[in-house]
């Protein structure tokens, strides 16, 4: 459980701009024209300047001292080396970034020019993260990526020759034309490129993608009519749990896998929910209150995010939604964040944390839950089971109300 006071920050950039738009992807990103890139770089160092005046406007803290930068999208390895030279510097200027600090940037296979590398690695990324989806030819194209295996391959060697080997590969189980046999094989090729780290995602069905919204309409544009059954999907991630596990890259989140030493340090902020902020297009920030507004309300954090609308946040500032989150709210997210771990929540640190009143909905709800079979507590630790992972949506809205119920308990 982090400090109430914790005094480092991680930074997240988002940087929306792709080259093409998969047909599974639910994010805020999209096919823009490069005369866009500059003004909304311009926006960027917009925000990283004004964000100690901001946070001061909102009555949170703001660390200065950085150990994790992570830049997401999107593709930022689309932008041109000048305008990474110039997202970080603003960084730097405005913040303390740790030597041995943790920066990552997501890149697509075959859509990163070496002047690019150059950039990034003059900037001081040491970590990258790869949108391969697929190691199968097929099954890329199908879904809208760029790439084939042969690129995904050589821009890992790539990546190791200019001194980046702490790399990430994105896989999706349950793309449109995947099999048990052909992901199998992506998972071999993931093993056999010897990656410290993978993130295996299953795929979403919702309104927010052309291929989700084609499902849920029983249409066949994407090869819609190609997507595995909810029981495939399920033995594939099943599968990936054990087969990267054995080849020593151990799950320690839903999504994650990692050999030791090589967890994703910021991603992990956000499941322990330690301060990050968030600048660009549709980024969140969570930030402690300051000591002043703590007096009025005791353990209070902000949540913030910005538009998903490219032209309003070109136009200035916009906060989709900023939100208080109380005692409760956050006893709530230390639930459902801290079971994505496989580590699990510590169940006498939450008590310490938000006092035996507030947990006690929550503990009542583990033992419903170990009966049927999808969370284990055991030495005063709770986790999600095997089943429960797999449940885990369901399992973390029984979290969600509990500020409520611990109300009615007390009374």
């Not at 991680?10 to 994010?27: A, L």
């Not at 919702?206 to 059954?229: C, F, K, M, N, Q």
Request: hydrophobic letters at 40%.
């Amino acid at each position: 459980m982090p400090p109430a006071n914790d005094n480092e920050l991680g930074i997240y950039v988002s940087v929306p701009f792709c080259r093409s738009k998969c047909t599974y992807c639910n994010f805020a990103s999209g096919v823009f024209p490069a005369s866009e890139h500059e003004r909304y770089v311009e926006r960027l160092i917009e925000d990283v300047e004004a964000a100690g005046e901001w946070a001061a406007q909102m009555r949170v803290e703001l660390p200065r001292a950085v150990d994790t930068v992570y830049l997401g999208g999107g593709t930022p390895s689309l932008l041109e080396p000048a305008p990474i030279e110039r997202i970080f510097g603003a960084i730097r200027c405005e913040f303390d970034v740790r030597s041995d600090a943790e920066i990552t940037m997501e890149c697509a296979p075959g859509q990163l020019a070496d002047e690019t590398l150059a950039a990034m690695v003059s900037a001081g990324v040491n970590r990258v993260s790869l949108g391969v989806q697929s190691f199968v030819d097929a099954e890329a194209a199908m879904s809208g990526r760029l790439h084939t295996r042969e690129t995904a391959w050589k821009e890992i060697r790539r990546l190791r020759d200019a001194g980046i080997p702490n790399l990430n590969v994105d896989l999706i189980a349950g793309l449109a034309g995947q099999t048990i046999a052909s992901w199998k094989e992506s998972l071999d090729h993931l093993i056999d490129c010897g990656v410290p780290h993978a993130s295996i995602y299953m795929l979403e069905v919702d309104e927010d993608s052309r291929l989700g919204r084609e499902i849920l309409a029983r249409g066949t544009r994407y090869r819609a009519a190609l997507v595995p059954p909810d029981e495939a999907i399920a033995e594939m991630y099943s599968l990936a749990i054990d087969t990267l596990g054995a080849a020593g890259i151990g799950q320690y989140e839903i999504s994650n896998f990692a050999r030791p030493g090589f967890e994703s340090r910021h991603n992990l902020r956000y499941w322990r929910r330690r301060p990050y902020l968030g600048v660009g297009l549709d980024a969140s920030s969570m930030l402690r209150a300051s000591q002043a507004e703590t007096r009025r309300a005791p353990a209070a954090a902000l949540r913030a995010t910005s538009t998903d609308e490219l032209n309003a946040y070109l136009r200035g500032r916009l906060e989709a939604g900023v939100e208080w989150l109380c005692a409760g709210r956050q006893h709530e997210e230390a639930w459902f964040l801290g079971l994505r771990l496989n580590s699990g929540v510590d169940v006498a640190a939450i008590g310490r944390e938000f006092g035996p009143e507030l947990a006690a909905a929550a503990i009542e709800k583990v033992g419903r839950m170990a009966q049927i079979g999808l969370l284990a507590a055991e030495g005063g630790t709770v986790r999600l089971t095997a089943r429960g992972r797999l449940l885990s949506n369901e399992v973390f809205q029984e979290f969600l109300g509990l500020e409520l119920e611990s109300s009615t308990i007390m009374a």
